[in-house]
């Protein structure tokens, strides 16, 4: 499991270091190593960290933003200057200076050690609810356990529409924006997994072909940035900060749709996608085995 996290942590820096700063791998796997210490802790013990994870420091920092907020304007704290830094580096600089410059400079800001605590304040509770729905096969044994995951279904959807949702209500102020992304974006995600296993046994056939870019989520998630690259940065098209809201969408919902096909035919011949060979490999230190034997997984 070490061995697994570090390695985790060495695709990490170089797909955010590299690739894009927006890397996610680099934080999963030191957040794996913290998992570790939770290995022998009792279900109610994982829960209660996870709830004071959660809440305690968010809304410490929402109190904070409040007191804030009534004495000057918070209702936009980005860095303009930097943007527009971004914009001409992203989108019209070259790869060896301006490109890699811009995104070293971007991962070392989103990674510096106050952004990084609030990172771990919102992804270990994730992981340790996590943890009680895998010790106790709540999403293998879906049947047997309908009645508690219909309780935290209910449960987060409430959740999901008081903090996510209720903020727009009264204007979405900034101030929120801490609870609304940590509670309300916690809850929903529990909410949206749980809505789509309820579905599962209605659309399998669906769920099963969308499962084939889960089974190679690395490979995917690694692809999708590099195509991102192509499409936005200078080297390629040059879109970034071009495009609307709508037309990045569209185009996240094509690279998804060509994803879910090609991942479908690499799975009929292959056990894993690339990127998940090549880390099983390195984790038990040897090549392992990845095409599928004729008429056999």
């Not at 499409?231 to 900060?241: L, P, V």
């Amino acid at each position: 499991m070490i061995r697994r996290s570090i390695i985790l942590i060495g695709f990490g820096l170089i797909h955010g270091l590299l690739i894009w700063y927006g890397d996610i791998l680099f934080t999963y796997g030191l957040i794996g190593l913290l998992l570790l210490l939770f290995v022998k802790s009792k279900n109610v013990t994982l829960f209660v960290w996870s709830l004071c994870l959660l809440i305690i420091p968010n809304l410490l920092f929402t109190g904070l933003l409040y007191a804030v907020s009534l004495f000057e304007d918070i209702s936009n704290l980005a860095n303009v200057a930097a943007i527009e830094v971004s914009y001409q580096n992203y989108g019209n600089g070259t790869w060896g200076g301006d490109i890699l410059g811009q995104n070293i400079t971007d991962w070392l800001y989103s990674n510096n050690v106050l952004n990084f605590i609030f990172v771990i304040f919102n992804i270990l509770p994730m992981f340790l609810i996590g943890m009680i729905f895998a010790r106790n096969k709540w999403l293998h044994q879906v049947q047997e356990h309908q009645r508690v995951l219909t309780k935290i279904w209910i449960i987060t959807f409430i959740l999901f529409i008081v903090f996510k949702v209720g903020p727009y209500l009264i204007g979405n102020p900034n101030w929120l924006s801490m609870l609304q992304d940590a509670v309300g974006g916690s809850a929903s995600a529990i909410f949206y997994l749980l809505t789509i296993t309820f579905l599962y046994p209605k659309l399998t056939g669906l769920f099963q072909l969308i499962g084939s870019v889960g089974k190679m989520a690395l490979s995917n998630y690694i692809l999708q940035s590099i195509v991102g690259v192509l499409i936005f940065y200078s080297i390629g098209f040059g879109y970034y900060g071009e495009l609307s809201p709508f037309s990045t969408l569209l185009i996240g919902i094509v690279v998804f749709a060509v994803q879910v096909v090609l991942s479908y035919l690499w799975l009929q011949k292959f056990k894993r996608g690339p990127l998940e060979w090549f880390w099983r490999s390195l984790i038990y230190k040897k090549k392992l085995s990845n095409k599928k034997e004729q008429g056999g997984e």
